[in-house]
Antibody, heavy 120, light 111 residues
């Protein structure tokens, strides 16, 4: 069974940094590209980053480009999101998501999320 | 980034009614392989989003044929015929031709 468990969220001040983790199990982590997606309170979904299975390519939404960095450690089955220069508008639940290649479902599996609150 | 404009933001319906949701893209979603990567997802309360339709009009396995998707290029529609209680939640369009962009969502509620 695919499991994705995010952690690392919390309350931080504007301008500060935070690093999120997503521990994966139930599949061969090193074979899949992985995503980060966020959802602000009472708002819609926003895709923010993708990393290829081998870290060879990384892509970001314009809203986080230059401030957030996606990375992974395949030896630890863990995906990361390093967030710098945090702003109030970054307040959201952050989810990692895994695709299902057989159905070309880009966000087939989601974690339970970790909440990031940016406030002074 | 591509902008996906989804309307209406909310719909209040009676069971058995039919509804339509519109999604318009700021760019053509026809990819270099000629496919159009436009999905529709449903986020039921307290649940992760679930894909219903992919490539504009293809239903995922197990999705009732009350759901249908149509459109092309930049203009897309999700239609739900004969709404049932289990259909309530927030619907999102999602494009995957130019990286990924969600629409703002349409909340389907009971009248």
């Amino acid at each position: 069974e695919v499991q994705l468990v995010e952690s690392g969220g919390g309350l931080v001040k504007p301008g500060s940094s935070l690093k999120l983790s997503c521990v994966a199990s139930g599949f061969t982590f090193s074979s899949y590209g992985m995503h980060w997606i966020r959802q602000a309170p009472k708002k819609g979904l926003e895709w923010i980053a993708l990393i290829y299975y081998d870290s060879s390519n990384k892509y970001y939404a314009d809203s986080v480009k230059g401030r957030f960095t996606i990375s992974r450690d395949n030896s630890k089955n863990t995906l990361y999101l390093e967030m710098n220069s945090l702003r109030s508008e970054d307040t959201a639940m952050y989810y990692c998501a895994k695709p299902d290649i057989t159905t070309d479902n880009w966000f087939a599996y989601w974690g339970q999320g970790t909440l990031v609150t940016v406030s002074s | 980034d591509v902008v996906m404009t989804q309307t209406p933001p909310s719909l209040s319906v009676a069971i058995g009614q039919s509804v339509s949701i519109s999604c318009k893209s700021s760019q053509s979603l026809v990819a270099s392989d000629k496919n159009t990567y436009l999905n529709w997802l449903l986020q039921s309360p307290g649940r992760s989003p679930k894909r219903l339709i992919y490539q504009v009009s293809k239903l995922d396995s197990g999705v009732p044929d009350r759901f249908s998707g149509s459109g092309s290029e930049k203009d897309f529609t999700l239609k739900i015929s004969r709404v049932e209680a289990e259909d309530l939640g927030v619907y999102y369009c999602l494009q995957g031709t130019h990286l990924y962009t969600f629409g703002a969502g349409t909340k389907l509620e009971l009248k």
